[in-house]
């Protein structure tokens, strides 16, 4: 392996400096990277770019196995990889569902062979996520695919001696929870966000109180037991509430806001295509507005996708009929960028927290999210804040092309992906092997 | 008009429109031999993913009466059943020379697909999508209205008039229509039923709100519309107590439409719970305009093939 110089970009948009890669390692930054450059080195220029730690994805779907005519471990992760990711974790709603030690063992083994990024699979809290009964969550966490985060995403926990028997359990692994809030009995066969749009086009309503109850029963919950709680794509100004007053109390909570409930709003729904139809539903200007002002100030701990591959047949269809879900990880940064830094609410250092650090610490992920410094794991992304690209699914990595930002323009490429000290995107084009 | 998809494809002028050419087919229905060849050579598709017998006949019928051809392709025995997607069925519609699409379906948005997703490119008309709209119902109502309630009908609308609409709001098609269409023609609307049948968000509506029928018909109305309840669509239930209960404060039963002023008419879009949603006295008494309604249904319907079809080719030559 030869090692890596980059050179003149911006360590978390704050300091120029130089920096060195060997092996799979950072082995020097500043004035004695450019010193230890050999004759083999391969350099990029930086000028101008954005250096990152390599962006987490705690809430990727990858469908496989199960559902490989939307996507697989290999097309996700390498639509991870264009998005700047060096580690996903891959939610347990695949068929058969992740629910035992094999299945997460054989999606992180899809991972490493694939190579693009890292794969954590996540578990699933209870079996086939009928909410029935635990899933052998310590089996899960003591396989080699050491799960800590797990989840029934799609689903929610919604029986209360359950969640709170979760929540208790992994205590054992310190695992964490992550809850999809959603109060079924609430959300009878709901299509989109309940509100004017809703009564209006006529598509079943799915009200903001469905999450926040959930979220305020399981902030309790988790105080009571003293358990680690982490919220799935919160998309409401009520959410934002409880999460806010819950870590005032101390409660181990963390939270997540997907781009798509950063930018999009339930008008998009009048259009009546089923690519604005995801779950939870996109809501209004008043919700997004306090998502955005929620992740500035710290109340939403991270970013997540809930990149959703589906299909074209499961979304050229009636808004009824079609399936829940966005992809989301090619152009994740890009609606960050869009909507938080270019606004002024984040800086990139800001945004090495939220889409890095604080996912790669929630998840457990040793070797990710971690300083750009010497002696630290070389999972890196290198960032063009200065273009701007028009979305094209045809474009895209991912098998999937139910993307909701098509003919959008957005700022930003990616110009390298470094993933434990090699390329898997250079000039933006993947690198394979 | 290329579609007719929603009332808000509509400026009030081509609502009255619609309503003015209805008039002249209404007209021309009463001559010994009414069929007229305004549509000759045209095939109407009638794409019924969803059963309905008396739109469908109705649409048939007023596409007959116009010499169209008329291909009814129903859910029940054809490869709607088996699971043929809208989109398929679209280009297969538009592969055998279909020149218009009337569709009914019970998914919101189903026509308005049909109209903007590049699968075919001919007029559609709406005839019924989930709970969003039924726009040929709801100017049957206007055209029913206008005939009762206004003196010399054609060019006019329906100013100054009040209309109470009483019913399974949430779920119905017809009141999203009629709301629309109503307030377009001047008149005011008054929805009135239980909260839960009441959809949150109603405030941006062109409507009051009442969930008193009583206090609403003691303000005086020109007409009463009662919708049916639609007890397949309330997944999850306790929309209302108890049908009794329902009955007993938001029936149209007798005695409120005795409180009616004289001149008050009465209607149902169909198909009715008798002793339910409305009494059958009243059903069938002097102010009940329902039979008329189906009868008028078919003139409706006419002019709205006329104008998605013929009119604008009219103009053009």
Known sequence: ?433 | MKHLISIDDLTRQDAIDVLDTAEHMAQTQSRSIRKLPTLVGRTVVNLFFEDSTRTRISFEAAAKRLSADIINFSAKGSSLSKGESLKDTALTLDAMGADAIVVRSSSSGAAHLLANAGWIDKPIVNAGDGTHEHPTQALLDAYTLRRHLVEGPTGSDLAGKRVIIVGDILHSRVARSNVKLLSLLGASVTLVAPPALIPIGVQSWPCEVSYSLDAAIAEGADAVMMLRVQRERMVGGGFFPTEGEYSRRFGLSTDRADRLPDHAVVLHPGPMNRGFEIASDVADGPRSVIVEQVNNGVSVRMSVLYHVLAAHTEEAS
Not at chain 1, 357 to 373: F, S, V, W, Y
């Open chain 1, 1 to 433: 392996m030869t090692s890596i110089l980059i050179t003149g970009a911006s360590l978390y948009g704050d300091t120029i400096a130089d920096v060195l890669i060997d092996g799979e390692d950072i082995v020097a930054v500043g004035p004695e990277a450019t010193g230890r450059v050999t004759a083999t080195t391969e350099k990029v220029d930086g000028t101008g770019c954005i250096l990152l730690p390599g962006l987490v994805d705690l809430h990727t779907h990858l469908r496989e196995p199960g559902g490989e005519e939307a996507e697989t471990v290999d097309t996700g992760t390498m639509a991870a990889a264009r998005g700047g990711f060096t580690a996903v974790h891959a939610m347990a709603n695949t068929t058969p569902t992740a629910d035992t030690a094999g299945v997460v063992e054989q999606v992180h083994q899809r991972g490493q062979e694939a190579g693009h990024c890292d794969v954590f699979p996540i578990g699933a809290v209870t079996v086939g996520l009928e909410s029935e009964r635990l899933a052998d969550l310590g089996a899960m966490a003591e396989s080699a695919a050491r799960v800590r985060v797990f989840s029934d995403d799609g689903k929610c926990v919604f029986d209360p001696l359950l969640m709170r028997r979760a929540l208790e359990y992994v205590k054992t692994v310190n695992g964490v929870i992550a809850q999809h809030a959603q109060d079924p009995a609430l959300t009878p066969n709901a299509q989109m966000h309940e509100g004017a749009v809703s009564a209006e086009i006529g598509l079943m309503g799915w009200p903001a109180v469905a999450e926040e109850s959930i979220i305020a029963r399981d902030v309790l919950l988790a105080e009571h037991v003293g358990s680690r709680l982490h919220v799935c794509h919160l998309s409401t100004a009520g959410s934002v509430d409880i999460i806010r007053w819950a870590k005032q109390r101390g409660i181990a909570v963390t939270a997540e806001v997907t781009p798509h409930h950063l930018i999009l709003t339930d008008e998009k729904a009048r259009t009546y295509s089923a690519r604005y139809k995801v779950n939870p539903p996109l809501r209004t200007q008043k919700d997004v507005d306090a998502v955005r002002e929620g992740l500035a100030d710290g109340t939403i701990d991270i970013v997540a996708t809930d990149h959703a591959p589906h299909p074209r047949d499961a979304k050229d269809t009636e808004w009824d009929r079609a399936a829940f879900g966005m992809t989301g990880l090619e152009t994740a940064l890009s609606i960050v960028q869009a909507t938080m830094v270019d606004t002024g609410r984040l800086t990139w250092r800001d945004v090495a927290r939220v889409m890095s650090e604080k996912p790669a610490q929630i998840g457990l992920d040793a070797r990710h999210g971690r300083p750009i410094a010497a002696g630290e794991p070389a999972n890196l992304l290198l960032w063009d804040p200065s273009t701007t690209a028009t979305v094209d699914p045809a474009d895209h990595a991912s098998r999937s092309s139910n993307t909701p930002f098509e003919g959008m323009d957005l700022p930003g490429t990616n110009r390298a992906t470094i993933f434990n000290g090699r390329f898997t995107v250079r000039d933006g084009e993947l690198v394979h092997g």
